[in-house]
């Protein structure tokens, strides 16, 4: 089992950058691929993008592509979102997710407790 713990999250204008950060418990991290959800007010949760277990690997929904960028240091037990160009509708709770089983389509075996991004126009 892991326990995951997001962090980065806050108050941005449009047109900021934001770094988000999940850190995981345990010593077998570099075992799990990695993802991040999203889910806005009065929405579904949604995929935003996945890492495999070295990182070599990474796919994204259409709606962040070139704009967020997952990555990990497994040295670190953290897997990382960069978001980009923040615009208000990328306003949601972001959750980092685990599962040592599939990438593709990547869904969530292990979930954080999400962390809060709100961006302002």
């Known amino acids: 089992q892991v326990q995951l713990v997001e962090s980065g999250g806050g108050l941005m204008q449009a047109g900021g950058s934001l770094k988000l950060s999940c850190v995981a418990s345990?010593?077998?991290?570099?075992?799990?691929?990695m993802g991040w959800f999203r889910q806005a007010p009065g929405k579904e949760r949604e995929f935003v993008a996945a890492?495999?277990?070295?990182?070599?690997?990474?796919y994204y929904a259409d709606s962040v592509k070139g704009r967020f960028t997952i990555s990990r240091d497994n040295a670190k037990n953290t897997v990382y979102l960069q978001l980009n160009s923040l615009k208000p509708g990328h306003t949601a709770v972001y959750y980092c997710?685990?599962?040592?089983?599939?990438?593709?389509?990547?869904?969530?075996?292990?979930w954080g407790k999400g962390t809060q991004v709100t961006v302002s126009s």
């Open positions: 890492i495999t277990t070295s990182g070599g690997g990474t």
């Open positions: 345990g010593r077998t991290f570099s075992s799990y691929a």
């Open positions: 997710a685990a599962n040592s089983r599939t990438y593709y389509p990547f869904t969530g075996a292990y």
